[in-house]
């Protein structure tokens, strides 16, 4: 029986599109910075990539720096605020990503935490009450808030956010790396300053992403060197990486209602578990989330044995919990959304993705329920 792969928000399977294009970079050869026709070439192709990508988030070419991921993105955000002495006090929703959330606290900056709510969507009223009584001291609020979480792909309301922080003319950081290609990414009317993105969860090569910056905020270099995209970011350019970033963002963008579609295979799967287990926990359900992302808890079933005997039964899941390093670490988006320990203990995540089969989170389901069965049966003959 073939694998069922359900981690697409770690990362997706790369597209016969991205393939194709990094392929025939590759193939085609060149540095960017070369002023002969091989390097010409090369540079047409970067390019080419630029306007596809900003193209795809409604953002001007020259606001397109590429970079290493979503990773370092975030990071040449956060520290280009701080650095710049444009910020010195940093606004950071409780349920960011780790790049976002450690890079605020190693810029030397002050941080604050935003509060989610129970469903983990931002307390807006706490943002404006806060902004309202900023000390200019601190110079411009910086807010980061991404778009969609990883762990419950819980949406933000990212353009009430933006009308909160122009009230303070504060700046704004969206993380885009799980929302885009999932969801209509429109860098303008989302109202951000800077906006990351990630190859690799799209179906696009590891290794590239990109940060947009928006024309007037601050950037400042973290790497030195050739001055390569325009000194915002030296390094010989990845050429390929960009084609096939921008290749399997055309297709992810072109197939937004196919994404869509998911959500009727994780509900009937979500439902499915819940027949069986009334006391199922769907984490963020009560919010708008991705259609492709379920993370959920049964009282009593551990993570790791979720994940160990799924594993062994053909299923690629992921923990609700952040593993790095092979060290498992509690959640801290399920902690700030009020979760105790011992139910976030038991969490898990499912996420579809666009080469998924129609009955994937089926199948998944069945196995789920017969492994949970074993583990109820277990506990009442202990
Ligand atoms: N931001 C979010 C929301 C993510 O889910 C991830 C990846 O897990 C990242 C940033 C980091 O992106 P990358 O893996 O490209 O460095």
Redesign the pocket.
């Known amino acids: 029986m073939a694998r069922v792969y359900l981690d697409y928000?770690?990362t997706a399977p790369m597209r016969a599109e991205a393939k194709a294009a990094i392929a025939r970079a590759q193939d085609a050869g060149g540095n960017a910075s070369s002023v002969h026709a091989t390097g010409r070439a090369a540079r047409a192709t970067l390019e080419d990539a630029r306007v596809r990508i900003a193209r795809a988030v409604n953002a001007p070419a020259d606001d397109v720096v590429f970079t290493s991921?979503?990773?370092e993105a975030?990071n040449l955000a956060v520290f280009s605020v701080v650095a710049s002495g444009a910020a010195k006090r940093l606004l950071i929703a409780a349920t960011e990503?780790d790049?976002v959330l450690a890079a605020a606290q190693a810029s030397g900056a002050a941080v604050e935490f935003i509060p989610v709510n129970a469903s983990g969507v931002v307390d807006l009223a706490w943002l404006d009450a806060r902004l309202s009584r900023w000390d200019a001291e601190d110079g411009r609020p910086f807010i980061a808030v991404?778009l969609a979480n990883?762990e419950t792909g819980v949406i933000q309301p990212i353009a009430d956010i933006a009308g909160i922080k122009n009230t303070a003319d504060g700046l704004l950081l969206v993380?885009a790396?799980?929302a885009f290609g999932k969801i209509a990414v429109d860098c303008a009317a989302l109202g951000a300053d800077y906006l990351?993105l990630?190859a690799?969860?799209i179906g696009g090569p590891g290794g590239v992403?990109a940060l947009i910056v928006k024309e007037g905020a601050p950037l400042v270099a973290r790497q030195h060197g050739g001055r390569q995209e325009r000194g915002r970011r030296s390094g010989t350019e990845n050429v390929a990486g960009a084609a096939g970033f921008a290749a399997a963002a055309d297709a992810a963008c072109a197939s937004l209602s196919a994404f869509h579609a998911l959500a009727a295979q994780r509900d009937a799967m979500e439902a499915r578990l819940r027949s069986a287990h009334p006391d199922l926990v769907v984490f963020g359900e009560g919010a708008e989330r991705l259609a492709n992302t379920s993370a959920f808890a049964l009282p009593g079933f551990a993570s790791d044995a979720q994940l160990m005997t799924l594993d062994l039964a053909g299923f690629d899941i992921s923990s609700g919990a952040a593993c790095s390093s092979g060290k498992v670490r509690a959640s801290h988006v399920l902690a700030a959304m009020g979760v105790d320990d011992a139910l976030a203990g038991c969490a898990v995540r499912v996420s579809l993705g666009w080469s998924s089969a129609p009955d994937d989170a089926g199948r998944f389901a069945e196995a789920w329920l017969n492994e949970a069965a074993r583990i109820v049966a277990r506990k009442e003959t202990a």
């Open positions: 928000n770690a991921g979503g990773t975030d990503h790049a991404m990883n993380d790396v799980q990351s990630s690799h969860k992403g």
